[in-house]
C-alpha cells in the first residue's frame, strides 16, 4: 500500500501545527464558532449532539495493521474505547474532547494518517472498491489514481470553498462495488483494444433529500488527462453550482436543473480553454504510486485446498461462513475475508479497540498486514491464504465477529442516527438492532438470499436508504418517530433508487413490516429469483398488498 | 483599511474606489465596476468585479487595467478563488489581484496559491500579526499548477533531476 514519503509526512505535519493554532484561538475566543467551523470540517471535527465528533480519513478504504492498532490506542486514549467505520470507508470517535483534537491528530500523523476534508464544503476523502488489487473480476488496481486524486484534492486552492461537500469514488472492476453512480463524481475503469487504459467519468449522482444516479460526460478519458479534466469539472460547478439553498447546492441539481448535455458542453468548453501543461510528470508521479501497490508475492497454489474442504465437511457453521463472506481471489489459492462488523443485534459499523487490534494481529498473520474498510460498514483481509481460513475464523468468532452474514439480511447498514447526530429526525441504531434479531437465524439468512437493509435517521441519507433493496428512513411526526420503507434502491453497475411504498411504520411495527416483505418476496419468487430481481420483476403491488391489505 | 501584500508586506491603501455614479476625482488610481470601462482616469485603472460574473467573458478593455478587485461575499463562498485562476490562466491578466470582503487569514495560502496578490485586511476582527503570520502556515502544496513565487510544489520537487 502507500507510504508517505517526506514531503506527504510534512504536509500532514505542518496541517496539525495549524489546527492546533487554530484550535486555541477558538478556545481563546478569537475565532467565533461560525469562523471556526470551516476551519474544523476542514479537520474532520464535528459538533454532534452530545459534543464533538472527528472522522479520521482512511483514503480509498486501505489501512496497514500498524494503522489500524494505532486507531484502537487512540480510542482508548482520546474517546471510550470503540470507534465506527462509516459508509465512506472511514472511522468516527465520537467523544473527543476538542482541546484534546490537535494531539489525537499528531498522533495520527505518525501513522502516515489525518483528518483532513473528511467534511466540509470541499472534495472529501476518496473512496473505492473495498476489494480493489485482489478482486477476480478486476481489469487493474483503481488505487494508484485515487491516491493521485487524494493529494490532488488536499487542501486545492482553488476548491476548498465549494457550493457544497463532492465525493469522488473509484473502481477498476465492471461489478461495481464502489457505488460509482452514487457519487458526486464516479470513475470506472475500462481497457481499450490496444489494453490501453482509459476513464469512464459519470457525475451528478448521489444520495440525500434528491436522489440521482450519475450521467457519463465522458466514456474513456485517457488517464493522463483525468487531472486536468477533473479540474475542469469543479470549476464548473465551483462557478456555477447553486449557493442560495444548501440542499440544492450539490452538482447533480446544477445538472439536473442546466440539463446533462448543456453541462456537458460547460465542461468541455472549460476543459479546451485551460492551459494543457505537459502530462509527464502526471505520468511519472502515477508509475512511482504505483509502485506501493505493486502485488505482494503470491505463492503458487491450487485453486483447490483439501485441508480447507475437510473443514467445511466437519464444520457446516465454518462452510457456511466461507459461502457467505469470502470472495474470489484473482489468485489462486487465495480468498478475500470479508469481516461482518454486524454481530447479531450489534452496532453496524462500531468495533471495540480489543476487537481493533484483534483485526491487526490476523492482517499480520494472514493477510500481508493490510486491511480495508468496505462502505457497507464491513472490514476486509484481502488476501488470505485458503489453507489459513480455518485458524482465521476461530479467531473471529470468539471475538465476536464471525458472522456469516455478508451480503445477507444480517449486514445492515446504518447511520449512527438520533442516538449521535445533530441532524437526524430519529433512531436509526435501535431499528438495525431490532431487525438483526429479527432474523437472527443464519441458515434463512441464507436461504432468502442477498438482501440490503439499509437505514438512515434522517433524509440526508447517510444510511443509504435510496439504494437499499429495502431502505427505511426515520422520521419525526408531532415528536413521534417513524419509518418509511422503500423497495429497490440498488448500488450496483445497474444502479437504482427505491420507490416509496406507503405509509410509515412505528417503531415497534418496522422489523414486522420487514419479515411480511420478506415472506412475499419467498412467496412469489421464481426459482433462483434475487429479492432485487423479484421486485424489479414484480413491482411494488404484491408487497404494499402484503403491508396494507385490511386483515 | 489596510492592504497586506502577498510577500507580508503591510501598506495603506492609495487606491479610490468608485461607484456606479461617483464622479471621477482629478488625480489618483481608481477603482470603478466593471460596467464604467472603457473610461478615461487621471491615474492607474483598477477594476471591481462581482463574483458571478463570467471572467472569461472580459475582452480587451482590461488591457488598460493594473488591478484587479475580487469580492468574497463570505468567507464561505469559494467562486473567486475559481475566477482568480481563470484570470491568470484563460485571460493571461498579469496585473495585481486583489481579495476584498469577508476572508479569514487561514484562507490566505490558498488565495496566494490562485493567484492573488495582495489582500484589504479586516485589522479589526484580526491583528495585524495573525495575517502575516497565516502566509507562512502552510508552505507545501500538492498543487504544481499554483505555487507561489520561489516555492516548489511537491509533485515538482518529488520528480525534480
Known amino acids: 500500500m502507500y507510504r508517505y514519503d517526506e514531503f506527504d509526512q510534512a504536509f500532514v505535519d505542518q496541517r496539525v501545527e495549524q489546527f492546533r493554532s487554530q484550535t486555541s484561538r477558538r478556545l481563546s475566543g478569537e475565532l467565533t464558532e461560525e469562523e471556526f467551523k470551516p476551519l474544523r470540517l476542514m479537520n474532520g471535527l464535528y459538533l454532534q449532539l452530545h459534543g464533538y465528533m472527528l472522522r479520521v480519513a ?48 499528531a498522533d495520527l500523523a505518525k501513522v502516515e494518517m489525518h483528518a483532513i476534508q473528511t467534511s466540509g ?63 458526486d463524481i464516479g470513475l470506472r475503469l475500462h481497457l481499450n483494444e490496444a489494453g490501453e487504459r482509459g476513464w469512464e467519468v459519470i457525475v451528478g449522482g448521489g444520495q440525500g433529500r434528491t436522489p440521482m444516479v450519475g450521467v457519463t460526460v465522458r466514456d474513456f478519458l485517457p488517464e493522463e488527462e483525468l487531472l486536468g479534466y477533473l479540474e475542469a469539472i469543479m470549476r464548473v460547478y465551483n462557478l456555477f453550482g447553486r449557493r442560495d439553498n444548501k440542499y440544492k447546492a450539490r452538482i447533480k441539481i446544477l445538472i439536473h436543473e442546466t440539463g446533462a448535455e448543456e453541462f456537458s458542453r460547460l465542461v468541455e468548453e472549460e476543459y479546451a480553454r485551460a492551459p494543457r501543461p505537459s502530462v509527464e510528470i502526471e505520468r511519472k508521479e502515477l508509475d512511482r504510486i504505483s509502485a506501493y501497490f505493486a502485488p505482494p508475492a503470491y505463492e503458487s497454489l491450487s485453486a483447490v485446498e483439501p485441508e480447507l474442504e475437510r473443514r467445511k465437511l466437519e464444520d457446516p457453521e465454518f462452510a457456511r461462513w466461507v459461502r457467505t463472506n469470502v470472495g474470489a481471489h484473482r489468485v489462486a489459492g487465495y480468498g478475500i475475508v470479508n469481516i461482518s462488523l454486524k454481530p447479531i443485534g450489534g452496532i453496524p459499523g462500531d468495533a471495540t479497540a480489543e476487537q481493533m487490534r484483534t483485526i491487526a494481529d490476523l492482517a499480520e498473520r494472514f493477510s500481508h498486514a493490510e486491511i ?36 445477507l439480511l444480517g449486514d445492515i447498514i446504518s447511520c449512527p442516527g438520533l442516538d449521535y447526530c445533530a441532524l437526524a429526525t430519529a433512531r436509526s441504531i435501535p431499528i438495525a438492532q431490532s431487525i438483526s434479531r429479527q432474523f437472527s437465524d443464519p441458515q434463512r439468512l441464507e436461504e432468502i438470499g442477498p438482501l440490503r437493509v439499509n437505514i438512515s435517521g434522517c433524509i440526508n441519507a447517510c444510511g443509504h436508504h435510496h439504494v437499499g433493496h429495502i431502505g427505511i428512513l426515520g422520521l419525526e411526526k408531532k415528536g413521534k418517530e417513524f419509518y418509511q420503507v422503500t423497495l429497490g434502491g440498488h448500488s450496483g453497475t445497474d444502479a437504482s433508487i427505491g420507490g416509496v411504498l406507503g405509509k410509515g411504520f412505528s417503531e415497534d411495527e418496522i422489523a414486522g413490516a420487514v419479515e411480511t416483505i420478506v415472506d412475499t418476496y419467498l412467496d412469489i419468487r421464481e426459482d433462483g429469483e434475487s429479492f432485487l430481481d423479484c421486485v424489479r420483476r414484480a413491482g411494488t403491488p404484491p408487497f404494499k398488498e402484503a403491508l396494507y391489505a385490511p386483515a | 483599511m489596510p492592504l497586506l501584500k502577498r510577500d507580508g508586506a503591510i501598506s495603506d491603501d492609495s487606491w479610490i474606489t468608485l461607484g456606479d455614479e461617483d464622479d471621477v476625482p482629478a488625480v489618483g488610481d481608481v477603482i470603478v465596476p466593471h460596467a464604467r470601462l472603457p473610461l478615461t482616469v487621471p491615474g492607474r485603472l483598477g477594476l471591481s468585479l462581482p463574483n458571478d460574473l463570467d471572467v472569461s467573458t472580459l475582452g480587451p478593455e482590461i488591457s488598460q487595467v493594473c488591478l484587479i478587485v475580487l469580492t468574497f461575499p463570505s468567507f464561505a463562498d469559494g467562486r473567486a478563488y475559481s475566477q482568480a485562476r481563470a484570470l491568470r490562466n484563460t485571460v493571461s491578466y498579469e496585473g495585481e489581484l486583489r481579495a476584498s470582503g469577508h476572508l479569514l487569514p487561514d484562507q490566505l495560502a490558498f488565495m496566494v496559491e490562485v493567484g492573488f496578490d495582495s489582500f484589504d485586511l479586516q485589522t479589526d476582527r484580526f491583528p495585524v500579526e495573525r495575517w502575516t503570520q497565516a502566509l507562512e502556515d502552510v508552505t507545501l502544496t500538492y498543487h504544481r499548477h499554483l505555487s507561489r513565487p520561489g516555492q516548489s510544489p511537491i509533485i515538482t520537487a518529488r520528480h525534480a533531476g
Open chain 1, 58 to 105: 482512511i483514503p480509498y478504504g486501505t489501512l496497514s495493521a500498524v494503522q489500524m492498532r494505532a486507531l484502537a490506542e487512540i480510542s482508548e486514549k482520546y474517546d471510550k474505547g470503540y470507534g465506527h467505520f462509516t459508509t465512506r470507508q472511514n472511522i468516527q470517535f465520537n467523544w473527543p474532547k476538542l482541546e484534546d483534537t490537535p494531539d489525537l491528530l
Open chain 1, 121 to 183: 464544503n470541499c472534495i472529501r476523502n476518496v473512496t473505492a472498491d473495498h476489494w480493489a488489487g485482489v478482486a477476480a473480476d478486476e481489469l487493474a488496481d483503481p488505487r494508484p489514481v485515487a491516491e493521485l486524486i487524494r493529494q490532488w484534492s488536499s487542501l486545492h486552492p482553488e476548491f476548498s470553498f465549494l457550493p457544497r461537500k463532492f465525493k469522488v469514488a473509484v473502481t477498476g472492476a465492471p461489478a461495481d462495488r464502489a457505488a460509482v453512480k452514487l457519487h
Open chain 1, 372 to 407: 480495508r474498510v468496505s462502505h457497507h460498514q464491513n472490514l476486509v483481509l484481502p488476501d488470505v491464504k485458503l489453507a489459513d481460513l480455518y485458524d482465521l475464523w476461530t479467531v473471529l468468532a470468539v471475538n465476536g465477529m464471525g458472522e456469516a452474514n455478508i451480503g
